[in-house]
Each structure stands twice: as C-alpha cells, then as structure tokens.
C-alpha cells in the first residue's frame, strides 16, 4: 500500500506563510489525483485542496486564494504553499489520494498564532 509522508508545519504568526511537502512511497504523485487534507481539534478532517490528475486544482472556499497546490513529478513530491496563515488554519494537515484510498500518514501540524 502507497504511503504518504507530510512535512514543512511549524509555528507560525498570523500572515506569515509555509510551504507543506509530502512524498510518496511510489511514484503516483503525477499519476493519481491527490489533496490536502487537514484536522483541527474537535473537528472533522476536510479536503482543503486538491490536485486531479490533469492537472485541475480545487480548493475549499476557507483557502481560495490563499492556498496552492502543486507538484513536483520528478521529485515525486506533492507541496501546499499557504499563505497569510490564519489562526483557523491551525491544524494537522495530511496528504492523500482524492478521495482518499490508503492509511493516513502522521500529517504535520501547523499552528498560528501570535
């Protein structure tokens, strides 16, 4: 089974930016559509951006323009570049197919806050 590995949070302040990465355990992330997904406390995991394997982007309307989705093929790497963070973006963000097919990785938490 493919497994994803998610990096890149940290503690950010309100505006600031990261860039999240995940890698693959097979070379799928140019050949199958793939999301951002993301929990915070309390909450149910959600679809915050998706890749469709054509190229198509999505995004949840909380990120629309804030958020970008790409990938590196060569590299095998799918990335999130988020921009002016907000405290609600405060979440552990993970990487799957979409809609997700295989076992949830660890994620990597993102925090905002001044």
């Known amino acids: 089974q493919v497994q994803f590995v998610e990096s890149g949070g940290g503690l950010v302040q309100p505006g600031e930016s990261l860039r999240l990465s995940c890698t693959a355990s097979?070379?799928?992330?140019?050949?199958?559509?793939l999301a951002w997904y993301r929990q915070a406390p309390g909450n149910q995991r959600e679809s915050v951006a998706g890749?469709?394997?054509?190229?198509?982007?999505n995004y949840a309307d909380s990120v629309n323009g804030r958020f970008t989705i790409s990938r590196d093929c060569a590299k095998n790497v799918l990335y999130l570049q988020m921009n002016s963070l907000k405290p609600d973006d405060a979440a552990v963000y993970y990487c799957?197919?979409?809609?997700?097919?295989?076992?949830w990785g660890q994620g990597t938490r993102v925090t905002v806050s001044s």
């Open positions: 097979a070379r799928i992330i140019c050949t199958t559509g």
């Open positions: 890749l469709h394997r054509n190229g198509t982007t």
């Open positions: 799957n197919a979409q809609p997700p097919a295989v076992s």
